[in-house]
């Protein structure tokens, strides 16, 4: 396994070596945010709307950056170059830092930058399609990307328990929202559905929206559970997902149990807008 150079508080070190305090708040607390994107080749997809994310995140929670957002850019491009990377994830992770008390911030929040190779998922789920399973469970501040996931982490682990990709969050009332790692949308006829309150603003999520908004209808609203059995096609997106057909949930079937005409329209535009030199979501400073 490549041994990455990381970036951590101010140093380039090596993976192997890298390490934060045992006194700071990201351990101790879980006080931090966090953003996840990907390269396609050496170009970072979608990094500056990642980073207003972060800043957004760290808002809510209080939690001051460490640097502006231009500079956390900067230093990203830099990470990338001294590894020389391609088709890799990047993680950015904003922690409230060391604390002599291990509880209240002392305004010196750490910042790391990590590398890792992107593992593509098996091609079969992008042609046969992937099951989920419904929990239900809270999101701790869900339009924040936060640290916190003891809900996603459960909710995974029963995914995997079942044979199933994902965990989709599914309240008392039945009232879909989000995936533990994704958006989650459906068809009905030509009409593309996805929820919009009390969801994290993907990235992939917002770049499919608008790919779409030249192919289908879009109407961003609550899903209950009960409309699955209507749906003729699902899909969850994610950055390293990027867009994958849903045929079943729970022991509910989608529509005719495959990967549906749309959705695979909708991922044949997605790559074509990937592949565009000049899309802005590769912006560099």
Known sequence: MT?????????????????IGLNDLGLVRGYGVFEVLRTYGDRPFGLRAHLDRLAYSAAQIELTL???????????????????????TIRIIVT??????????????SLLVLLAPVKPYPAHLYTAGA?????????????????NYI???????????????????????????????SNFFIFKGNQLITPVQD????????????????????VERPILRSELAEADEAFITSTTKEIMPIVRVDTQPIGAGRSGARTQRLQHSFQAYVA?????????P
Do not use: W
């Open 276 to 284: 565009q030199g000049s899309n802005p979501l590769f912006h560099q």
């Open 66 to 88: 460490p640097e502006a957002p231009d500079a956390i850019e900067t230093i990203v491009h830099e990470t990338l170059t001294r590894n020389a990377a391609r088709d890799v």
């Open 131 to 147: 099951t989920l399973i419904t929990i239900d469970a809270a999101r701790f501040m869900p339009t924040v990307k936060s640290l």
């Open 3 to 19: 041994d990455y150079l990381y970036y951590v508080n101010g140093a380039f070190m090596p993976a192997s070596q890298a390490a």
């Open 96 to 109: 409230g830092g060391a604390s002599s008390s291990f509880l209240m911030p002392e305004d010196r929040p």
């Open 199 to 218: 969801v994290l603003p993907g990235i992939t999520r917002a770049a499919v929206l608008e790919v779409a908004g030249d192919l289908f209808e879009i």
């Open 151 to 181: 809900p996603a982490i459960l909710g995974q682990r029963r995914a995997r328990a079942a044979d199933a990709i994902e965990a989709l969050y599914c309240d008392a009332a039945g009232v879909i929202t989000e995936c533990t790692t």
